[in-house]
């Protein structure tokens, strides 16, 4: 079921489906404030069938506390979460880009290999993500290392801007 053009918690609408899942959708959405402020963000939402099985909205819940704190430059920032009427969005960082997998696609697509800096970056910018998951702390000082458990192309977004970022941290 597509939620283009709804707008959820009174404030973020959802403008077009983004990428779909094994259990969430994910929307390019827009946030609007007051005097005409907007910002680009992206929605994951819970898709119907898995929202009465426990275990999934728990993993869900979960994925948006863990990715609320995990604060670094290459890993998708978490912004919100929102239940309206049981159904559960978790509202995060736009990455302007292409996913790893989407490169991969087009260098095969031309019979021709990534070039080695870009790989190279690449692999730079998710392990430092990974670290910083890995490093996270717990508010009382306690290490609380985070394991992301899904790292595979469509989980690391190349950013126009060439930053790197990791997300989905919904099996973490």
């Known amino acids: ?30 946030i609007r404030g007051a005097a005409g402020f907007q910002r680009t963000v992206a929605v994951k939402h819970v898709r ?4 009465a099985l426990k275990n999934y909205v728990e993993m869900f819940i979960e994925e948006a506390r863990v990715g609320s704190e995990l604060a670094h430059p290459n890993i998708v920032q978490v912004h919100d979460f929102c239940a309206v009427d049981g159904n559960y969005f978790l509202i995060m960082e736009w990455v302007d880009g292409i996913d790893l997998g989407g490169l991969i696609k087009v ?5 021709r290999d990534v070039p080695w800096a ?13 670290g910083a998951a890995h490093d ?26 060439g930053v790197v970022k990791l997300s989905d941290f919904g099996l973490a």
């Open 136 to 161: 996270r702390v717990a508010p009382d000082g306690t290490p609380a290392p985070v394991i992301h458990r899904d790292v595979s192309p469509h989980n690391v977004l190349l950013g126009i801007n």
């Open 1 to 30: 079921m597509d939620l283009s053009g709804q707008t959820i918690d009174g404030k973020y609408q959802l403008v077009s489906i983004a990428g779909e899942g094994g259990m969430a959708t994910v929307y390019k959405g827009v």
């Open 48 to 51: 119907p069938e898995f929202r």
């Open 107 to 111: 260098y095969r697509e031309a019979k």
């Open 118 to 130: 870009l790989a190279a970056a690449i692999g730079i910018g998710t392990l430092r993500g990974l």
